[in-house]
């Protein structure tokens, strides 16, 4: 896919309007695809100069929402909506599409990017409280199964001497 720098297609679409030339004219002799120069023309009757200006811009969720919208209340096609909202591809639209058909509302929430933050956070005090607190719950339940532990010994032995004490129990002779 050739570059092409924003003077060029400035260029490009006035020679168009000025009606001489053809978009297949136009397309080939700057090697690009006729259909990103109807997209050009398009965004140029839309925004004027400024459709060429590149911005790069984070869209909210409601904003993806509000073009997908109405592309469909006014049935408009991916190109024109992508015209009318000086979107910088197509493509970006069809993916928003896509990913509201398999996701819902949920996957256009924008997602951030890069490395996440570092915690202000002092990392040796935060596992010393985590070691405090699992130290004094295994603790806890140490002692607790303790606990169990001799009162069964103390029922176990009670049981032995009582029936040591049984009348019922028959001498060997």
Same mark, same amino acid.
């Given at each position: 896919?050739?570059?092409?720098?924003?003077?060029?297609?400035?260029?490009?679409?006035?020679?168009?309007?000025?009606?001489?030339?053809?978009?297949?004219?136009?397309?080939?002799?700057?090697?690009?695809?006729?259909?990103?120069?109807?997209?050009?023309?398009?965004?140029?009757?839309?925004?004027?100069?400024?459709?060429?200006?590149?911005?790069?811009?984070?869209?909210?969720?409601?904003?993806?929402?509000?073009?997908?919208?109405?592309?469909?209340?006014?049935?408009?096609?991916?190109?024109?909506?992508?015209?009318?909202?000086?979107?910088?591809?197509?493509?970006?639209? *069809?993916?928003?599409?896509?990913?509201?058909?398999?996701?819902?509302?949920? &996957? @256009?929430?924008?997602? +951030?990017?890069?490395? =996440? $933050?570092?915690?202000?956070?002092?990392?040796?005090?935060?596992?010393?409280?985590?070691?405090?607190?699992?130290?004094?719950?295994?603790?806890?339940?140490?002692?607790? *199964?303790?606990?169990?532990?001799?009162?069964?010994?103390?029922?176990?032995? &009670? @049981?032995?001497?009582? +029936?040591?004490?049984? =009348? $019922?129990?028959?001498?060997?002779?």
């Amino acid at each position: 896919m050739v570059k092409i720098s924003d003077a060029n297609k400035l260029c490009a679409v006035l020679r168009y309007l000025d009606g001489k030339e053809s978009y297949k004219e136009i397309s080939s002799s700057l090697g690009v695809d006729n259909g990103d120069l109807r997209l050009w023309v398009k965004r140029y009757e839309y925004h004027g100069k400024e459709a060429f200006t590149k911005s790069y811009t984070n869209y909210t969720a409601e904003y993806k929402l509000d073009v997908l919208k109405y592309m469909n209340e006014h049935g408009t096609s991916i190109r024109e909506t992508s015209a009318i909202f000086n979107l910088p591809t197509t493509q970006i639209i *069809r993916s928003w599409r896509q990913l509201l058909e398999t996701g819902g509302v949920d &996957a @256009l929430i924008p997602k +951030k990017k890069g490395r =996440p $933050n570092m915690k202000k956070e002092n990392h040796k005090q935060v596992q010393k409280q985590d070691l405090d607190k699992e130290s004094v719950e295994s603790l806890q339940a140490e002692v607790e *199964r303790l606990r169990m532990e001799n009162a069964y010994l103390k029922k176990l032995n &009670a @049981l032995v001497q009582n +029936k040591g004490k049984s =009348p $019922n129990r028959t001498k060997h002779k």
